[in-house]
């Protein structure tokens, strides 16, 4: 089990006395004692006990918001005036050959229809689909000079989430709580929320634990009454009875247990029916959002029709910060998303108006609580779009410059790292491959991304495969 | 050390004997000295090791006397026997993945002859059970799943007849050396079976990015991942860590990659291929003749209206495509090279034009017409022959076979130099590159049967001890080798030497059987002991807590399919209907990302097949199983995590597998026993194996006072005896 795995520089789980005040166990004192003779064993029955990174770290949590489909960058956050003037010509041949998905290569270049004006101190220029984030640009850092490998949905996908464009690795939530696990154990670590549309491209593996244990793949959350699967008891079931039973089991194990020993994994089962069990009455308080006030919803956007998913869903991950999941993943967008083959500023405008407010209230809400400094944002797709067109109104995949950016989590706000070339199609200055995404933010996170491993088929895994270097500009 | 195999006259006097020229074709091959690491133990074949003597116990069986006389070394002592109860639910649980009856358990507690153990062990092992149980092991570590993974993760609708064939196999004992054998290399031996086409599906079971824009690159990560599991599950080796360099830990240098994939190389990758027998063939050749006939002449009217719509919108679609399967499709059929074949047979579907759209594009007038017409070729229907079985495997290619290169990096965009099929050097003669003679034959260059028949040499130093290990991890719960597919310098070393080559010259000797190994270990004390014996305890478990010497037995938790299945099991609703397509459940039918929904299976009674036979999606996973470590079907899983989670608790306590399996259980109960007590005293019996103590006999009643039956059975279905054998 996880002992066993090569888990350099990253200290045992904190003290399980520690754990066990924290989580409030009310299981008695028999099982408490049983488990503080077997420390060490007692750590290795349990992988999401909190544990330290081997650097301190601003950042302890993380909201990854992942804009399904792929958003152009030339329309968002990387303006391209060249692409203006250029508007209706043919790439220009010093470009040389580039591979797109719909081999739009020939196709003419497309200037962006959006206005873009400098916001805040910092002064960096915003499309205006983002007339609540402009206002927020001070805390952001825009990567322009981002870069994948693979120009298809799923591969991108996967590589974004999981550091391989091949499916079944572990995505980042999982390397993430496999390296930190989780201070609220009534709750998944590694949360999700897909779009009610539908999932990303690629599907579960998005978020899956590809060989680590499944303790730490992302669990699907939704609003409402039942926010997780099998969280319900059965129906008909009330809650004393439930109890009742859950009281049965717990004096069956308990009994068991004692008839055989200090072992640590039946102990961590009887844990985990006691942490089930408030995970069901815990859970649903979590997504209730009747408690909060009409400002907070407002401010989200929940008055509004547009607004209200996306803002449901983004309040939902600050409650979750809040009550200290560790990784929460947003998605914009349904199956196609962000996917503008045609007619982007349909599609675009629609889904900038859906979550430009709801983000900007994020950002704004975590910081005014003081969640900022430790919870790492990341807002970005799995690539971004060509300056070439598409038909006439669309743009086609395009990995080979695109942009991401941060906030939060020690990131410096207000800056512009790396860019595209002059009419947006690829990285050219402070280049910043996934790879290298996903170094900084295990950076952030006080993590060296070569020494986050896990040991599979005699290989030392790790989420940067054999890349990676860290974007120290991110930091300032 | 390992000998290239002897002249096979026997067995190839009908093909020609073709000797690859080998030679030094690489520059990159380095000067060969002797590589590092020339000594570990794996590298050389496994020697028929003598019985040791322990001092103080004269065990049965030889397994007991390796593992004594290691206790005796280690001064740790042996436990006690488990009682008969718990030795008959391990073993029923460890040879069927399901709980014994009561009546099992009674005629064992009863049975005084002494082979009593044996009577059962012979009983298990001979029973179907036995081969969904074990086929479930070998299909964790062959990435087995029903879809393609990626974007569409469309179904593959014959993938099961691999899992059928895996499940036959192991049921009727089919020696190891065959299953290894037909499985690379089924569709190059002599006078091949289905079952043999069949059992080439090994290599293709991993996902599979069918609409990619680089088809060449898709080629070539199937490739990779068939060379790579080959490595894993045969091998025990972790060889694919040499595809892009040299390996960092164990001496495979990049060109042992290569020389390995290049036995693949020729293959292609079918999904047609056809497994109907000679006469089924021949009777649907007679039907469809006759079909032809009877409907030519409303087929030739269709034909006529459709045509040009047809080309045009097939021109259209062919436009989308990447230039190189353009021009696959504008190659007359009887011209394309293997290559060409194999991307038509790729992209057919998605220039296929349905007869909707041509309906679409009809002018009105015609449209009637053409309906019409179809609906009289529709009348024919009943006489129309039901396509024939087809199943996906390799085949090589017809020509001469593609060249394999060194990829530097692993980039197909960076080949450095011709390779030629070749074995791991460290496993060849004396340690240096050999050329290997390879014999073609009519149905194919020979290149996989050779590596086939290399890998079953009966000295092969790596083959059977990896099988025996992998059994015994299933046994025993940690294998004699820890790391089960990774027997390099890197992994872990085996805690019993002797012990692991002894059983591989077994393995061997007894004809590569796995139901006799099976026996052989199971009728060790070793294995008969119990879990907790308090006195063993005391003494060995602050000197040996991971019970590495074996001075206890291993507590094993159920996987999830062991769950799932004794749920259905006990509450008397197990379908045990055999073989056949996945059952798709209604809560893996839906959308996933990019992917169509997949239709539910109609017929409700399937739902409660076992979980064998559940239609695995690579982008949609069945809730319940995942919850309990189902490995994810992407790689080769050579064993299970076992975690323990608070919504894996969620989950046994609330799904509807476990509530309607409660409900049901319930129901029987009363049906069979009259009063509360009756009631609990069976409940126990029927979910633990046993009788309830006392107490708990009270506080079973004492429950029942304020809750009903069914929630007794849902708790005791939640507690830890429940899923941990004792």
Redesign the interface.
Known sequence: ?IR?QLFEHTPAPRSRRDFLAKAGFGFGSLALTALLAEDS?GAD?D??APKSPPRDASAKQVIFLFMSGGPSHMDTFDPKPDLTRLHGEKLPASFGPV?T??GVDKNRLLASKRTFRKHGQSGIEVADWFPHLAKCVDELCILRGCYGD??????SVYLMNTGSI???RPSLGSWVTYGLGTEN?NM?AFVVLPDPG?????????W????L???FQG?LVRGGKSP????????G?STA??R???D??A???R???A???A?S??E???A??E??FR??SHAPEVVDISQETKETRTLYGLDRKDTAEFGTRCLLARRMIERGVRFVQLYSGD?NGWDAHSDLEANHGKLCQQSDQPIAALLTDLKRRGLLDSTLVIWGGEFGRTPMTEGTSGRDHNPHGFCMWMAGGGVKGGQVVGSTDAIGLRAETDKAHVHDIHATILDLLGFHHKRLTFRH???NERLTD?GGEVISAVTG | MLILPESPAMFYCRFTLVLCALAACLPVIRAESKPEHADHWAWHSPKRPEIPVPKHSKPQQPIDAFVRVRLEAVALPHSKPATREQLLRRATFDLHGLPPTPDEIRDFVADSSPNAWEKVLDRLLASPRYGERWGRHWLDLVRYADTNGYEFDESRPDAWRYRDYVIRSLNADKPYDQFLTEQLAGDELPNRTADALIATGFNLLGPDMTDSSDQAQRRLNTLNDMTDTAGLAFLGLTIACARCHDHKFEPFPQTDYFRLQAFFTPAAFRRDLSVASPEDVAKHTRANAEYQELTRSVRESIDALEQPIRTRLFDAKLKKLPPEARAAHRTPAEQRTGAQLELVANTERRVAVSSAEILKELPEAERAKLVELQNQLKSFDGRKPAPLPVAMGLTDRPGPPAKTFLLERGELKLPAGEVQPGYLVVLSSGQRTVPVSIASSSAGTGRRLTLAKWLTQPDHPLTARVMVNRLWQNHFGRGLVPTASDFGVHGEAPSHPELLDWLANEFVSGGWKLKRMHKLMLLSETYQQSVNDAEAHRVAHAKDPENRWLWRMNRLRLEGEAIRDSLLLVSGQLNPKMGGPGVVLPTTAGVAGGSRPITATPDATEYTRRSIYLFARRNLRDPFLESFDLPDSNLSCPRRERSTTATQSLTLLNAEETTSAATALAKRLQNESKTTPAQVNRAYQVLLGRQPTSTEQTRAERFLQDSPLSELCRALMNTNEFVYLD
């Open positions: 089990m066993s064993a029955a992988p999401l591979t998905r719909r693979s120009v298809t949905h799923p591969e091949l499916m079944g154990r998944p539908g999932w990303p491209k690629g599907g579960s593996p998005a899956g634990n590809g060989f244990p499944s303790t669990t997780i699967t099998h969280l319900d008891s059965p129906k079931i009875q439930q009742r039973t859950l049965f089991i004096e069956s194990n009994e068991h247990l008839s055989r020993g072992d994994e039946l961590a089962r009887i985990a029916y942490l089930a995970m069901q199956t088929n005699g290989r054999n």
